[in-house]
């Protein structure tokens, strides 16, 4: 019995003693953790004195960079500006480019003049139409289609008038000169606007025979006065608009080319004698 006393008796000290030191390992795992914290934390707060000086550096060249070429851009202001204003006020309208891309389309039947402010186009009426019809040339829509790319994307108004010859025409369908060169020019815009051109760009009107670019006597003045002229400009009350007799004189000089030629040659044979 007494035996069996002092065994638990032992037992039990050698339990209080186990437990007594259980509380270090606890301990020893929070100090580790600590320690492990305090690791990061400082880790996170140190700089790298080596990345630190290359962005410092990286950041200095691209400010003094953005400074000079601020510099340099005011000084070519200052040195250019006459010309670069002279420049700007001649292309400001964006005609003398698209004229140099018009060029591309030009043809026995397809002149161009390019005046202050606007941009003509001169298209015999025979390569687009039949004698007496309104109807569209199959071949002529893709002339009219590689036009429309060209402009259609320009913030410019298109003007489009068909003119005729002087001989009467006297249908159901046209009973004179004014309805055929209207019809003809609503034609050439409704097909300009189905290629892109916004409908609200595009005026169209018909002067029959009037404003011819020269006489009707011979069959070859009346080719060139059977025509659809569309003109090109930001200005609707260019002067080209209100005055349709200014395309005369352009394209009257153009269609008298080879007399003028022949003139001139003529008054230098007479000096020379």
């Known amino acids: 019995m007494g035996n069996t006393s002092k065994m638990k008796s032992k037992h039990k000290k050698d339990e209080e003693h186990q437990d007594n030191h259980r509380w270090v390992v606890s301990y020893a795992d929070f100090i580790t953790l600590l320690f492990a914290f305090f690791v990061v934390m400082y880790a996170i707060s140190s700089v790298n004195d080596s990345k630190y000086k290359s962005l410092s550096e990286g950041m200095k060249s691209a400010f003094n960079q953005k400074d000079q070429n601020k510099a340099t851009q005011s000084t070519d202001n200052l040195k250019d500006g006459p010309e670069e204003k002279k420049t700007k006020g001649t292309f400001k309208d964006g005609l003398d480019d ?5 060029s591309e389309l030009e043809d026995g039947d397809f002149k161009l003049n390019r005046q202050e402010g606007w941009v003509e186009i001169d298209i015999k009426a025979g390569s687009l139409f039949d004698s007496g019809s309104a109807d569209i040339k199959p071949e002529a829509l893709i002339k009219l ?23 009467p025409i006297e249908t159901p369908q046209y009973p004179s ?5 209207a019809a003809r020019a609503a034609t050439v815009g409704r097909i300009l606007n189905g290629f892109g051109i916004a409908n609200h760009r595009i005026l169209v009107t018909g002067y029959g025979d009037q404003y011819p670019i020269t006489d009707n006597d011979t069959e070859a003045g009346r080719s060139q006065n059977r025509r659809v002229n569309i003109v090109i400009t930001k200005n609707r009350k260019v002067d080209r608009i209100l005055n349709p007799d200014l395309s005369r004189v352009h394209f009257s000089v153009i269609s008298n080319t080879n007399s003028v030629e022949f003139n001139q040659k003529d008054i230098e044979i007479k000096e020379k004698k």
């Not at 698209?98 to 018009?102: P, Q, V």
């Not at 259609?152 to 489009?160: A, E, M, Q, R, W």
């Open 145 to 167: 289609m590689k036009l429309a790319e060209k402009i259609k994307n320009l913030h410019f108004t298109v003007v489009v008038e068909g003119y005729t010859d002087n001989v």
């Open 98 to 102: 698209l004229n140099k891309s018009l």
């Open 177 to 181: 000169n004014w309805e055929l060169s």
